[in-house]
């Protein structure tokens, strides 16, 4: 139907407007295969239009790093429950001095009644970046190093290399990006506490950039 409606779009306007009932069809009147190669064109772009980009996926950690494991049990009493198994979550840390995995791992539960199975697990803690590898930790050190310590992030992207952490530019591009973003609430209440001060004062003191001779 779309297609059919872009079509009457197209050529039925032009047709009502200026189609004579005396005048010859003109030589340049759209064939039929033109219409149908259009037609497909139009299908394949809504195709397209509608399919979901995937997920490139998560960056595989290097074994050396050391492991901090924290389990999680589903919340509520849990003796009528057996475990069937569990989901782990790797999260990329930074502690000064060294990069570490926290490893979430969560048990899962289901009820012993067979025919009325429910099956509970624990949530994950809220992050940042939603299914993204890197902890707060991470995310702060970043943030700290390139607008405090003026350390640029490919610079920092070294830092991951001397680890062996294969993490592409775009994606630490992306982390500060993201970081920044979580942090737009803090900044427009500061901004607001600021503007709602009765006196404001700026530090407009001068420096001399060339000596006078």
Same mark, same amino acid.
């Given at each position: 139907?779309?297609?059919?409606?872009?079509?009457?779009?197209?050529?039925?306007?032009?047709?009502?407007?200026?189609?004579?009932? !005396?005048?010859?069809?003109?030589?340049? $009147?759209?064939?039929?295969?033109?219409?149908? $190669?259009?037609?497909?064109?139009?299908?394949? $772009?809504?195709?397209? #239009?509608?399919?979901?980009?995937?997920?490139?996926?998560?960056? +595989?950690?290097?074994?050396?790093?050391?492991?901090?494991?924290?389990?999680?049990?589903?919340?509520?009493?849990?003796?009528?429950?057996?475990?069937?198994? =569990?989901?782990?979550?790797?999260?990329?840390?930074?502690?000064?001095?060294?990069?570490?995995?926290?490893?979430?791992?969560?048990?899962?539960?289901?009820? =012993?009644?067979?025919? !009325?199975?429910?099956?509970?697990?624990?949530?994950?803690?809220?992050?940042?970046?939603?299914?993204?590898?890197?902890?707060?930790?991470?995310?702060?050190?970043?943030?700290?190093?390139?607008?405090?310590?003026?350390?640029?992030?490919?610079?920092?992207?070294?830092?991951?290399?001397?680890? !062996?952490?294969?993490?592409? #530019?775009?994606?630490?591009?992306?982390?500060?990006?993201?970081?920044?973003?979580?942090? =737009?609430?803090?900044?427009? +209440?500061?901004?607001?506490?600021?503007?709602?001060?009765?006196?404001?004062?700026?530090?407009?003191?001068?420096?001399?950039?060339?000596?006078?001779?």
């Amino acid at each position: 139907r779309l297609v059919d409606l872009l079509r009457r779009m197209q050529f039925g306007q032009k047709r009502e407007r200026f189609e004579d009932p !005396n005048q010859t069809q003109l030589p340049l $009147e759209v064939q039929q295969a033109v219409l149908e $190669e259009q037609e497909e064109v139009i299908k394949q $772009e809504i195709t397209y #239009s509608r399919q979901k980009k995937k997920h490139p996926g998560r960056a +595989k950690l290097p074994d050396h790093l050391p492991v901090e494991e924290i389990e999680i049990y589903p919340e509520g009493d849990l003796s009528d429950k057996i475990c069937i198994g =569990k989901e782990t979550t790797d999260v990329l840390d930074y502690v000064p001095g060294y990069f570490k995995i926290k490893r979430y791992i969560r048990y899962k539960y289901a009820t =012993k009644d067979k025919d !009325n199975t429910q099956i509970s697990i624990a949530l994950l803690p809220e992050r940042i970046i939603d299914k993204g590898i890197p902890s707060e930790g991470l995310l702060s050190t970043i943030l700290v190093d390139k607008y405090v310590d003026h350390l640029p992030l490919y610079r920092q992207k070294q830092r991951f290399s001397r680890e !062996n952490i294969d993490i592409a #530019s775009s994606t630490i591009d992306g982390w500060a990006t993201q970081s920044m973003d979580a942090l =737009k609430p803090l900044y427009e +209440k500061l901004l607001l506490d600021i503007k709602n001060e009765g006196y404001l004062q700026v530090d407009e003191t001068t420096i001399k950039v060339l000596d006078e001779k």
